[in-house]
């Protein structure tokens, strides 16, 4: 896990419910525009990353903006549902509240309606506008302890400090961490901390953390892909404020007509991504360490096999034909399959069913493939 391990602060923003995700917002071109560089008393990477930890937020609200810029094909819209290419492409908008490790709150807003994450105690809800549904979670133990990201179901991050959480648990050798330049973000001065890879095979080229001076929480997060000195995803804090919101903020009311799903809390594995895969996952391997990491499965999600009665490379559902249709054919020693490419992470579908994918070359994915 990361430094920030010992205190949830915004883990909690995580959608706390399968298939809520953030969707299309309006915020302008530019939101995440350069202001002058303040002047702050010099805090080497080791003094920031302690910050990080000790840090105590007691309240905060605020409205968070996402754009992501990976040149993705088109084509991935062909990928069955839009929770996560939904993420992958634009501009996204959404507003915060947090009062504390059991009530918080994620409004997600698009021109067609709204999707809302609430926690208030041991009951978690969920809402969506445009069909007026609702879905309901009551908490175990495991939701009471005080660290609300265990909760929830895993999902890409939904705030600066989810994505900095993710990113700080990814220091090891490999990594060097330094600092940037002091910004100004939603009005408040902040230091950059600043994760470099050292492996020739990642695609990253790096990570940057704004970290507010004075409350030491995340207030943007940055990810360079190499060769670029623009982000290929950016999620920051365009207004926060600090102090405790109103509790009505954190009562569900549903409106009239709204269906309402009972459904059980489940807790998820924690710690990295890669962790999870070698802690027992049965869908999920990852092969090699740190930035070069690659994540294995077979199409249908089970390493090794294929689908019950269908034989390995099988004739994938059509949607998913039409994705691997459209992308470039590959083939090598290894075998031969399909593969996508982005700036910070690439994917390869294999024609015997498997699926390789990790913030790597494609040549990386082509070594582990032909082992």
Do not use: C
């Amino acid at each position: 896990m990361s430094v920030l391990r010992s205190r949830p602060v915004l883990r909690w923003l995580v959608p706390a419910a399968a298939g809520v995700v953030v969707i299309g917002g309006g915020a302008a071109v530019g939101t995440f525009a350069a202001e002058a560089e303040p002047s702050l008393p010099p805090r080497t990477a080791a003094q920031l990353l302690v910050d990080l930890q000790t840090s105590r937020l007691e309240g905060l609200s605020g409205t968070v903006v996402q754009r992501a810029d990976l040149g993705l094909p088109p084509l991935v819209g062909l990928i069955p549902g839009n929770d996560l290419t939904s993420l992958l492409t634009g501009t996204h908008t959404l507003r915060v509240w947090y009062s504390g490790p059991e009530r918080q709150r994620l409004a997600l807003l698009d021109t067609l309606g709204e999707q809302d994450v609430i926690r208030n105690g041991r009951d978690v809800w969920t809402w969506e506008s445009r069909g007026n549904t609702a879905r309901h979670r009551t908490l175990g133990d495991a939701g009471t302890t005080g660290k609300p990201g265990h909760a929830a179901t895993p999902s890409l991050p939904a705030t600066p400090q989810e994505a900095a959480d993710l990113a700080l648990g990814a220091i090891d050798p490999s990594t060097e961490v330094s600092v940037g330049r002091s910004a100004t973000v939603a009005g408040r001065d902040a230091y950059e901390l600043v994760l470099q890879p050292r492996d020739s095979d990642s695609l990253v080229h790096q990570l940057r953390i704004a970290i507010d001076a004075k409350q030491h929480v995340p207030l943007r997060f940055e990810v360079l892909a190499k060769g670029s000195d623009q982000p290929a995803f950016e999620m920051a804090f365009t207004q926060v404020d600090y102090r405790h919101p109103d509790a009505d903020q954190f009562a569900f009311n549903p409106p009239p007509g709204v269906t309402v799903t009972e459904e059980t809390a489940e807790r998820p594995s924690a710690g990295r991504p890669a962790q999870a895969a070698r802690g027992g996952n049965p869908q999920v391997r990852a092969v090699g360490e740190g930035w070069a990491t690659v994540l294995v499965a077979r199409l249908d999600g089970t390493p090794g096999k294929a689908a019950a009665g269908e034989p390995a490379g099988a004739a994938p559902p059509a949607d998913v034909s039409k994705l691997l249709g459209g992308l470039p054919a590959v083939s090598g020693d290894w075998g031969s399959g399909r593969l996508l490419t982005s700036k910070v992470f690439t994917v390869l579908l294999t024609d015997d069913g498997r699926v390789l994918a990790g913030a790597v070359t494609p040549e990386r994915l082509y070594q582990v493939a032909r082992g």
